[in-house]
């Protein structure tokens, strides 16, 4: 059974770090891109980052040199590393099974395995 479960999430001040967990079952997490997507309160799906199965990652410009994406195999787990918070990065956070690019994401999140649940990410003072 294909399972994608988000963790990592909560509340941070700006400036801070948090670390998003995507933890898999149902395929090696190594054998797929594996994408990071966010939807900020009453926006759209806005894409985050990907890893290519030839180990190649890829950020969105709002967020390049602040975030890294990262998968660990005998984890079966995705990561996403998040430092230098700013308030606008509060969203729900998805893992998604998949290459998505930022112009080909669903207008909203599918109701498939291969997408998570998301963990909310809010960033506050």
């Known amino acids: 059974e294909v399972q994608l479960v988000e963790s990592g999430g909560g509340l941070v001040q700006p400036g801070g770090s948090l670390t998003l967990s995507c933890a898999v079952s149902?395929?090696?997490?190594?054998?797929?891109?594996m994408t990071w997507v966010r939807q900020a309160p009453g926006k759209g799906l806005e894409w985050v980052s990907k890893?290519?199965?030839?180990?190649?990652?890829y950020y969105a410009i709002t967020v390049k040199g602040r975030f890294a994406i990262s998968r660990d195999a005998a984890k079966n787990t995705l990561y996403l590393q998040m430092n230098g918070l700013k308030t606008e990065d509060t969203a729900v956070y998805y893992c998604?099974?998949?290459?998505?690019?930022?112009?080909?994401?669903?207008?909203?999140?599918?109701?498939?395995?291969?997408w998570g649940q998301g963990t909310q990410v809010t960033v506050s003072s």
């Open positions: 998604a099974a998949g290459d998505y690019r930022s112009y080909d994401l669903p207008s909203s999140k599918p109701n498939n395995d291969y």
């Open positions: 149902g395929f090696n997490v190594t054998q797929y891109a």
């Open positions: 890893i290519r199965t030839g180990e190649s990652t």
